[in-house]
Nanobody, 125 residues
Framework: QVQLVESGGGLVQAGGSLRLSCAAS????????VGWFRQAPGKEREFVAT???????YYTDSVKGRFTISRDNARNSVYLQMNSLKPDDTAVYSC???????????????????WGQGTQVTVSS
């Protein structure tokens, strides 16, 4: 079992930056692949970025070149650096962790076993 807590959300103007953090407690965090997902009002949950146990990263097309996912296993944390934010990035952002050995990383929320409560990101135009 692992518990996840997100922080770092807030209100920012278009073009600004935010850094989200996902802090994990419980078992050895390095055993998990981790993803960030977001959900805007009235929309389905959307994959944003994922990082494997070996720090291989993958992003959805709309955030490539603007967002960077990273992890610090010593601190049991994963981060999402978000630059050049747009109003379309407004959503609740959640981190998720998965421990399935056959999965390297995943864009599918069904492949994740543990979820944080989410943090609101609002980008004003």
């Amino acid at each position: 079992q692992v518990q996840l807590v997100e922080s770092g959300g807030g209100l920012v103007q278009a073009g600004g930056s935010l850094r989200l953090s996902c802090a994990a407690s419980g078992r050895t965090f390095s055993n998990y692949y981790v993803g960030w997902f977001r959900q805007a009002p009235g929309k389905e949950r959307e994959f944003v970025a994922t990082i494997s146990r070996s720090e291989h990263q993958y992003y959805t097309d709309s955030v490539k070149g603007r967002f960077t996912i990273s992890r610090d296993n010593a601190r049991n944390s994963v981060y999402l650096q978000m630059n050049s934010l747009k109003p379309d990035d407004t959503a609740v952002y959640s981190c998720a962790a998965g421990i399935r050995l056959q999965i390297f990383y995943s864009t599918n929320h069904r492949d994740y076993d543990f979820w944080g409560q989410g943090t609101q990101v609002t980008v004003s135009s």
